[in-house]
C-alpha cells in the first residue's frame, strides 16, 4: 500500500504540479542577470545562493497539493482505516515529492548554469550540495502541508512557517555549493535531521487535523 | 477476533464538539449480523459517532474496541482524474470485482471518476467500503443520491453482509428494508 501510495503521489505530480516549481527555478535563473547586469564574475560569485534561494521557494510552491486535496477527499481517513500509521503516510509523501521535485530541480540547475556564468567545478558542487539538500526541502514542504491543511491561506502560511526552518539548510547548502570545507557534511546532517523528523511532525498535524 | 466476540463495544462514550456536547454515556455492542439504525436531528452527532467508531475521532470518555472497520461517508477518496476502475484498483484488488458487479458499476470502470454523478460516486464509495472486506460497515446517509435500482443494490449488499456474519451501522433518517436496531442520538 505504502509502494501504491508513492507511485501514485508520483503519477500525480508529474501529471502536472512538479512542473511548476522548475518553470518558477528556470525564471528566476534567468531573471537575475537582469537584475544584476552581465558581469560573469559577479553573477559566478553569487549564483549558487541565488539558485539555493530559488530551489527552496520552487519547492514550496506545490505545498497546497501534497496534503490537503487528500485531507478533503477523505483519502488519509481511508488509509487510517487500512491501518497505516500518518507517519508511514507522509514518509511515502515525503518520498514522492522528492521523486518529483530532485530529478527535475538538479536538471533545471544544470540548464540555468550558462545564465549564471556558473560552470567545472562551482557547478558540480552546487550540484553535490542540491542533491543532499532536497530531501529536506521535500521533507519540510511535506511537513508545512499537513500543518497548514484546511486552513484559508494556506499557502502563504506555509511559507512563513517553511521558510525559518529551512534558514540552517540554506547556510550550509549555500556555503557547501562556493566549496568552503565541511559544509555539505554539516549540510548532510541538518538534511538528514529535517528528513527524519518531518514525518513525525507530518502525521501528528494529519491526527490533529482530523474533524 | 473470534466467533462471539462483538465486532464492537463502545462503554460510556462521550463526544464533545467545539465546546458542545454531542452525546454521552453510550453504550453499543454490536454482533455478527446486526444491523444499526442511527437516528437524530441534523447536528446530533450522528457522523461523528461513525468517525468515532473508525477511530478517527478520539472519545471525550469512555473506550470503543473494535475490530477493522469501513467507512463510508460524503468523501469517495477516489482519484478524480483516473478511470473509475482504477481509482477503486488502488484501494485493493482481492473482493473489487465482487463489489464492482454488487453496485453496478461495471459499465463505468473506464469513465473517469470527475464525470461522474453523485449517485454513481456515491455507488463506488459504497462498492469500496465492500471491497475492503471488513466484517462492520459503518455508512453515513448511504441513500444520498442513489436511484430506486442502487438502493436495492445496496439493501442487496448489507443483507449479503449480515447474512455472512458482518454488521452494518447506517446513520440515515429513510426506512430500511430488513430488522434494524433504532439509535436515537440528541434526545
Redesign the interface.
Known sequence: MIG?LIR?DVR?GL?GPAWLPIAFFEVVAALLPFAIGPDARLLAAIAPGALWIAALTAALLPVERLIEPDR????L??L????IAEESVAAAKIAAHWLTLAPLLLLAAVIASPLLALAGAPLVRTELALAVGTPALAALAVAVAALTAGLPRAGALAGLLLLPLAVPLLIFGAAASQGRSGALLLEAAVSLLLTAGSPFVAGAAIRAS?T | MSAGEPLLDARGVALIRGGRLLFDALDMCISPGDGIQLTGPNGSGKTSLL?LF????QPSAGTVSSA????A?????????LPLGRALA??GQDRLDVAITAFGLEPLSEVPVRLLSAGQIKRAALA?TMA?GTMLWLLDEPHNGLDREAVKLLDAAIAAQRGAGGAVIVATHLALAGEWRRVELGQ
Open positions: 501504491a501514485r500525480r501529471a478533503a477527499d477523505g483519502i481517513d481511508q487510517f482505516l487500512r491501518g482530523r | 468517525r473508525a477511530g478517527l475521532l477493522s472497520i469501513a467507512l461517508d460524503e468523501h469517495s477518496a477516489l482519484d478524480r482524474e488502488f484501494w469500496r475492503t
